[in-house]
């Protein structure tokens, strides 16, 4: 059992705050829509029970493909008839990764106390997120399970596609920033000091160009550990900091407006978004908690925070179109077909044409990325090496001058 803070709205339209007991997320909802109160934010402010609490932050995450796997197999077995817990039992058994065999040992032995799936399900938020609990919370309210885990499985299969289409884009680019520092470093550590002995057994004066090199060359030659340090600090302390809240929405902010990457995280955000809202809503998820769970697992603090605002807005009553025209992170195409997804009642299917839309979309701007920034290494990596080459053929071209 837990204790969670509250914020909600009644259906007058006045803001409240309290506290409600639950045996998680999922129960503290349903009390309160019992209460005719429209749950805004949900905070645990203590948790009781020792089990519970070690299933929820000891468990490690596991990765998409796996949840993926598991989703469509859960979906084959209970739409051919087998009992949840039977199904249940056969995938942990047959399960390869251990995060999640362990996950479906405890959620069979949870429901066979009493619980729902769905209450057994939240207590493992590392392995099925609110958006997953949500959704197997309306399926079984509606009695149709089997339905709701087809369309997670979807759901799925189409996110890990778009990661694996932005991850795709950048193997060349990663493969041509190694082999540039590996060249880079095999020039300054092992060409340019036989040139600086050569120069100096002819005793000439060296150009200020072949200078700076040669000696930036002898810097890094006697202080690698340093410069390696200094290196591994800055990515330490980079990486810590952009896993802070602050550092997240950095990281976000810079990508989304970056003329580079911009165009590709905008539409996998907006798909992903999409995509999440039309399998909730078509799923009997109400629109406000619909648009919180997209928030919660949009993968983007610029889009979740547009959405919160757009939440707030719903909340009082207004259509969701308006607050999401008003968004410059949302392109008008999705405000205007949410709009007439409103007007016509079918709102979860314009929003599926929306994220369909937009799933194409993002491959053409990962091909269209892909083809920027390849040749903009490549040219970059020439460069490097044309400064260093002309720095150390400079003392040679003057003294062909002079002999000339």
């Known amino acids: ?223 690698w550990y340093v410069v390696f340090g200094i290196i591994l600090a800055v990515v330490y302390v980079l990486i810590n900091y952009l896993s802070t809240k602050e550092g997240k929405v950095a990281l976000d902010q810079f990508l989304i407006n970056s003329p580079i990457f911009g165009d590709v995280v905008q539409k996998s955000s907006v798909a992903r978004m999409s995509r999440t809202l039309a399998t909730l809503l078509s799923s009997g998820i109400n629109m406000i908690e619909a648009i919180d769970i997209a928030a919660k697992t949009s993968g983007n603090s610029v889009i979740e925070k547009a959405l919160y605002a757009c939440r707030e807005s719903v909340t009082v009553g207004k259509p969701f179109h308006l607050p999401l025209s008003r968004r410059k992170e949302i392109p008008q195409m999705v405000s205007q077909m949410v709009a007439i997804g409103e007007q016509s009642g079918t709102l979860d299917t314009m929003l599926g044409k929306v994220a369909d839309f937009y799933e194409d979309e993002v491959e053409n701007a990962v091909r269209t990325m892909t083809s920027l920034i390849e040749p903009l290494l490549m040219f970059g990596l020439g460069a490097v090496i044309a400064f260093i080459l002309i720095a150390m053929y400079l003392p040679i071209f003057q003294l062909g001058d002079t002999i000339g």
Do not use: W
């Open 1 to 223: 059992m837990a204790r969670y803070k509250y914020e909600a709205r009644s259906f007058s339209g006045k803001n409240l705050n309290g506290i409600v007991d639950a045996r998680d997320e999922s129960e503290a909802r349903v009390k309160l829509r019992a209460k005719q109160l429209v749950p805004l934010k949900l905070t645990v402010v203590q948790e009781q029970g020792a089990n519970s609490k070690k299933v929820s932050f000891l468990s490690p995450a596991i990765k998409s493909k796996e949840l993926q796997i598991f989703t469509r197999q859960f979906a084959t077995l209970i739409n051919s008839g087998i009992p949840i817990l039977d199904s249940l039992k056969i995938l942990s058994d047959g399960a390869a990764d251990k995060s999640i065999k362990e996950a479906l040992i405890q959620i069979r032995a949870s429901i066979e106390t009493g619980r729902r799936l769905s209450e057994s399900m939240v207590q493992h938020p590392r392995v099925f997120d609110s958006l997953y609990c949500n959704m197997i919370r309306a399926g079984e309210e509606a009695g149709i399970l089997d339905q709701i885990l087809e369309r997670l499985s979807i759901y799925a299969e189409k996110n890990e596609k778009i990661k694996n289409q932005i991850k795709s884009a950048f193997v060349m680019p990663t493969v041509i920033v190694c082999a540039a520092i590996l060249v880079v470093t095999g020039i300054i550590t092992f060409i340019i000091p036989k040139f600086a002995e050569f120069y100096r057994s002819s005793g000439k004066p060296l150009p200020m160009l072949t200078q700076m090199v040669v000696k930036g060359s002898e810097i890094f030659i006697s202080n």
